[in-house]
């Protein structure tokens, strides 16, 4: 175990997604991981980077270590998910989009205003931006197995698709679309407040 944790505290992470992550949770965003790796990978790499606080939920392959001291690892969802996109066995991402949308959909009922972002460059990652919204926005990464499949099949993503190469660009057009969202979301509140204003006034 502890040459495992030693090997993934080197692995690179590509710069500017930790600043990417910091700057995001700290404008608001509710951070969610959603990983075909595995608990203890996850949590071992997002401690190492002093960003495991930014997330409020991770969706990952369950672990745990036996009498033998061995990581041992289970599916995240029964192998007959019944997913036609190219899904691993052990888990549809796309499902758990579906269950956070659902989620959100029943805490904020026909008000729910919020706009989802999702980034992955797996082939894994395709299923769920089938599930993304015309609000929500998808950010494939270049010349990867899901850029490739989201080229073949654009009529089938309703999100807006931004597509990066490296961490420097993915920090920038990230915060930009978080930006660009706080934006519209001050002008609809501006905009509600003048409307009941506006009402009051006229009432009486």
């Given amino acids: 175990m502890q040459d495992i944790e030693q090997v993934l505290k080197r692995a690179p992470v590509i710069p500017g997604v930790v600043p990417a992550i910091k700057a995001a949770h700290a404008l608001g965003c509710d951070l969610k991981i959603v990983s075909d790796a595995n608990l203890f990978f996850v949590e ?7 960003i495991k606080d930014c997330f409020s939920e991770i969706n990952t392959n369950p672990s745990y270590v036996d009498d033998e001291g061995k990581l041992r690892i289970r599916p995240y969802h029964d192998f007959d998910h019944k997913c ?25 009922g026909n008000n ?7 980034l992955g460059d797996g082939a894994g990652d ?13 950010m494939p990464r270049k010349d990867f197995p899901v850029w ?8 089938l993503i309703k999100a807006k698709i931004h597509g990066w190469t490296n961490g420097e660009e993915l920090q920038h057009i990230l915060l930009r679309i978080i930006k660009a969202i706080t934006t519209i979301e001050e002008k609809q509140i501006l905009s509600a407040v003048d409307h009941s204003k506006f009402q009051t006034i006229y009432s009486h």
């Fill in 84 to 108: 036609n996109n190219p899904c691993p066995p052990n888990m549809c991402k796309g499902l758990v989009i579906e269950r956070m949308q659902a989620a959100s959909l029943a805490m904020e």
């Fill in 148 to 155: 490739k499949l989201m080229n073949e099949n654009r009529q």
């Fill in 44 to 50: 071992t790499i997002l401690e190492h980077s002093g």
């Fill in 112 to 118: 729910n205003k919020k706009r989802m972002i999702y």
């Fill in 126 to 138: 395709f299923c769920p931006s089938l599930m993304l919204k015309e609000q929500d926005f998808v």
